[in-house]
């Protein structure tokens, strides 16, 4: 009965590769977010798409591309990573646009 | 410019004894305000929010936290606390722009 969850739980990769990250969310929430943790722990938004559509899109590379088939998933794919994409990166949802409230537990991303 | 300050990175307290974290913030709107937690290895959960109802919000756990707009404050509090407690919280703002920023977080431990 998990309320966001994502897959994988960890992820380890050669610099250079494309890799994905899905999240779901089983709650009826219109909004999706996504999260990168540094290793200090600062959590910073990346994106966040309500019924689909892109609401906000902080200044990230554009390696990075969200996909949103329907509100109630909203994957992460990532080309070309790099050394500094290594972190722990959150799916998160919402009923609406104040703010997210459920967090899936996390993607720790190793990149070689 | 919206912003968060959490003014301090660790807190300790006695098992039994109040907590109190501080959180400041900088808004340009009325905002919305968060509190979640992370225990270790484990994915971010809502405590509470305060989104311009009442000024005083009860969250889980016995927590809560005082919206003060003359002081720019939402410092979390809880009487009494317990071991399971100890993990690190965060404190966020969201104003209208659907900005959302994350506090640097403040780790919490319990002394026995």
């Known amino acids: 009965d998990t309320a966001v969850s994502q897959t994988p739980k960890y992820l380890v990769t050669q610099m250079g590769n494309d890799k994905s990250i899905k999240c779901e969310q089983n709650?009826?929430?219109?909004?999706m977010y996504w999260y990168k943790q540094d290793s200090k722990k600062f959590l910073k938004i990346m994106f966040s798409?309500?019924?689909?559509?892109?609401?906000i899109n902080e200044t990230v590379p554009n390696r990075f591309s969200p996909k949103s088939p329907d509100k109630a998933h909203l994957n992460l794919h990532i080309n070309s990573l790099e050394l500094g994409d290594s972190a722990v990166y959150f799916c998160?949802?919402?009923?609406?646009?104040?703010?997210?409230?459920?967090f899936g537990a996390g993607t720790r991303l190793s990149v070689l | 410019a919206q912003s968060v300050t959490q003014l301090d990175s660790h807190v300790s307290v006695s098992e039994g004894t109040p907590v109190l974290l501080r959180c400041n913030y900088s808004?340009?709107?009325?905002?919305?305000l968060f509190w979640y937690v992370q225990h270790p290895n484990k994915g971010l959960q809502l405590l509470l929010k305060y989104t311009s109802a009442a000024t005083l919000v009860k969250g889980i756990n016995g927590f809560e936290a005082e919206f003060k707009k003359s002081e720019t404050s939402f410092h979390l509090t809880k009487p009494s606390a317990h071991m399971s407690d100890a993990a690190e919280y965060f404190c966020?703002?969201?104003?209208?722009?659907?900005?959302?920023?994350f506090g640097k977080g403040t780790r919490l431990h319990i002394l026995p």
């Open positions: 709650l009826g929430h219109d909004t």
């Open positions: 798409y309500n019924n689909k559509e892109l609401i």
């Open positions: 808004s340009s709107y009325s905002p919305s």
């Open positions: 998160a949802s919402s009923p609406g646009l104040a703010g997210a409230e459920y």
């Open positions: 966020v703002v969201s104003d209208r722009d659907d900005k959302i920023i």
